[in-house]
């Protein structure tokens, strides 16, 4: 069964400094696409980053880089240079082709970035 | 602007009356979806639907109904409401990834507060 595991259900990091947000998932097929989302305590859901599985450089986008080993099945969050406006929840999903295409979230990682 | 919309954004009702849920998207995407988000789970899929007249279950589908008579819709039906399907629901629809290996980024409505008693 596919599934999305974040094992931090919270982490702290200081502003300016990078963090780290696992992500390990499970899958047999090999076509599937890995997702990281930013929920605010606002509550809307923000899109950061995506990187497919046939991909073979890590998916960049501005200050957010995932770090995506295959092997592993990890798709690791990179935060760069944190800002306040970082502290968040976050999930890693995954879209995967069942017949349809299902996505699945892990339970999240809330981020706090202290000043 | 591009939007995708939900209503109602809160709504508090009893045990066993219908509601029904809206959505509704403006960027001509194929795939919709609903989810519901509790604390500890992350979101859970309910149905998503690939295409109008194109649904399928997702991972929590029980309790719940869709339709997709028009791809711009995905109404979110709870036929009779329990306590335990008090939450927060979100409606995302997206094109196709750039790679054609799933979805492409889910662009999110603001979500729905039910709360059943």
């Known amino acids: 069964a596919q599934k999305i595991t974040q094992t931090q259900p919270g982490m702290f990091v200081q502003e300016k400094e990078a963090v780290t947000l696992d992500c390990t998932y499970d899958?047999?097929?090999?076509?599937?696409?890995l997702f990281w989302y930013k929920q605010p305590s606002s509550g809307e859901m923000i899109f950061l980053i995506y990187?497919?599985?046939?991909?073979?450089q890590n998916a960049t986008e501005g200050r957010y880089s995932l770090n995506f080993q295959k092997a592993r099945k990890s798709a690791n969050l990179v935060i760069s240079a944190s800002q306040l406006g970082d502290s968040a929840m976050y999930f890693c999903?995954?879209?995967?082709?069942?017949?349809?295409?299902?996505?699945?979230f892990g339970a999240g990682t809330r981020l706090f970035v202290k000043a | 602007e591009a939007q995708v919309t939900q209503n109602p954004r809160y709504l508090i009702t009893v045990t066993g009356k219908k509601l029904t849920v809206t959505c509704s998207q403006n960027?001509?995407?194929?795939?919709m979806s609903w989810y519901r988000q509790d604390p500890g789970l992350g979101l859970r899929q309910i149905y998503y639907?690939?295409?109008?007249?194109?649904?399928d279950k997702g991972d929590v589908p029980e309790g719940y109904k869709v339709s997709r008579k028009e791809k711009r819709n995905f109404p979110l039906i709870l036929e009779s409401p329990s306590p335990n399907q008090t939450s927060l629901y979100f409606c995302?629809?997206?094109?196709?990834?750039?790679?054609?290996?799933?979805?492409?980024?889910?662009?999110f409505g603001e979500g729905s507060r039910l709360t059943v008693l």
């Open positions: 995302a629809s997206s094109l196709w990834a750039r790679d054609r290996l799933g979805t492409g980024e889910l662009f």
């Open positions: 899958t047999s097929d090999q076509s599937y696409g």
């Open positions: 990187q497919g599985s046939y991909d073979e």
């Open positions: 999903a995954m879209s995967v082709n069942t017949g349809g295409f299902k996505t699945i």
């Open positions: 960027m001509n995407h194929e795939y």
């Open positions: 639907s690939m295409n109008v007249e194109v649904t």
